[in-house]
């Protein structure tokens, strides 16, 4: 456990022409490795995916698509491209994949540009219920340039309400309804969502940046069969490179492309590009398939240890990697149990709950993910340590020292990137 870490590829050389930055990629790994990160967007990609990040694959220009560029010599880096189509396509079973949007924000601009023209109506989940802000936002080209309407989750159950989803979609008939979010813990039902759209003639996004790894190794249900277009990110639950995607039907193929080139984006990063093909490879192996039970398992071990201290778990649980935590009972503010938690080194966000009663800053919630503890090899019984760990830091600000401690133990047991992988 005492062999140096693993800080990236060639750090050897970086520390020697770059001390500055070379002790940024230190300091971050110490303060990773010192602690527990249950920032349910984020994951720990492999070595393997690191190693094709930082490639001369960077320098290369390559606007268009593999066989048709803009520019020549790329039938060396064609190859990438295609061996990250080809496993994507494998991996979700889609007719059409575009590997090349910088992000998720991008690749939903790019759906919004491919199927509608500003000033349309779209249809979908509110931020405070779970949404994304690529889905309306104000702040975001979406609810600037689009007319958005909004539905949410049922007080009741916290569920998404299908019957509101549907009477809105009847009363506004939207050019398309998004559904996939990025704090709703449960299983979306998109056979519903295909009828609502087929009904008032709508296209169907499906927006699955947080849930395309649970999607790939099978433990939530696909969207490909039901969705027009389905935009992910490759760095969240799928552990890849930071990046987005869009699948489509076979149809909708070359409106995709030309809206995510030319129209939003410019040459892509060959070297994300190559690096998502190493991801794809990965995720097509079994053992992700292993991987992301162990992610849900995780996340409902933890959401129940985090209910047995009184918090309570949105919608009674979860069917995914995240769990969203009501801490009124509590008495503390997510915005507190967010700062404690951090000075206890556990790393996870204040989120509002549906109908909060608190501002976005204070909210009364907080989101915990579970891909990253469980790349780390943590298992149930390490959630319930985490929960508990959880609980103190929220709950007795004064034991702070002692929990960190304890959480640096655990963090360093389950190195993120040892020497010897
Ligand atoms: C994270 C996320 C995005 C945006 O991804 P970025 O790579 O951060 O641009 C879009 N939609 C949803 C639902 C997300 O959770």
Redesign the pocket.
């Known amino acids: 456990m005492d062999a140096e870490p693993y800080y990236g590829p060639d750090f050897g050389l970086l520390r020697g022409r770059d001390p500055e930055v070379a002790r940024v990629l230190v300091d971050e790994l110490d303060r990773l490795g010192d602690g527990v990160q249950l920032i349910a ?1 984020e994951n720990f990609a492999s070595p393997a995916v690191l190693a094709a990040l930082g490639s001369t694959l960077t320098n290369k220009y390559a606007e268009g698509y593999p066989g048709r560029r803009y520019y020549p010599g790329c039938e060396v880096v064609d190859r990438a491209e295609r061996l990250a189509v080809d496993r994507a396509r494998r991996l979700f079973g889609a007719q059409h994949v575009n590997v090349q949007p910088y ?4 690749a ?1 601009l790019a759906a919004y540009a491919a199927l509608l023209q500003p000033g349309d109506t779209v249809l979908a989940m509110a931020l405070p219920h779970g949404g ?1 802000l ?2 309306g936002s104000r702040l975001n080209f979406s609810g600037r340039w689009f007319d958005v309407v909004s539905y949410g989750v049922r007080r009741d159950t916290e569920l998404i309400d299908y019957d509101e989803v549907r009477e809105l979609a009847l009363r506004h008939q939207p050019k398309m309804i998004i559904c ?3 704090s709703y813990p449960r299983e979306i039902d998109f056979a519903a969502f295909r009828g609502i759209a087929d009904e008032v003639g709508a296209w169907l996004l499906a ?1 699955v ?2 849930t395309a790894g649970l999607m790939a190794g099978g433990v939530l249900p696909s969207a490909v069969p039901y969705a027009d277009v389905v ?1 992910f ?1 490759t ?2 639950g799928l552990r890849g490179p ?3 995607g869009v699948m489509c039907t076979r149809e909708l193929a070359p409106r995709i492309d030309r809206a995510v080139f030319p129209f939003v984006q410019g040459g892509p990063l060959m070297h994300v590009v190559a690096a998502k093909a190493v991801a794809f490879g990965e995720a097509l192996r079994p053992s992700f398939g292993e991987y992301a039970r162990r992610v849900a398992e995780n996340a409902r071990v933890l959401a129940d240890a985090l209910a047995a201290e009184g918090m309570r778990p949105v919608s009674g649980g979860t069917d995914s990697h995240l769990a969203l935590m009501d801490l009124r009972e509590t008495g503390v503010s997510g915005a507190v149990a967010e700062r404690r938690c951090a000075a206890a080194g556990i790393t996870l966000n204040r989120n509002m709950i549906p109908y909060d009663p608190e501002p976005s800053a204070v909210t009364s919630g907080i989101r915990v993910g579970t891909p990253c503890v469980t790349t780390q090899g943590m298992g149930a019984e390490q959630m319930k340590e985490v929960a508990s760990l959880v609980a103190r830091a929220v709950r007795e600000p004064g034991a702070v020292t002692r929990v960190r401690r304890r959480v640096r133990e655990l963090a360093r047991a389950h190195q993120i990137y040892p020497r010897e992988l």
């Open positions: 967007s992000s998720g924000a991008t939903n994304h690529t889905h996939g979010a990025t927006d940046a947080h935009t990110t760095h969240k930071r990046g987005g």
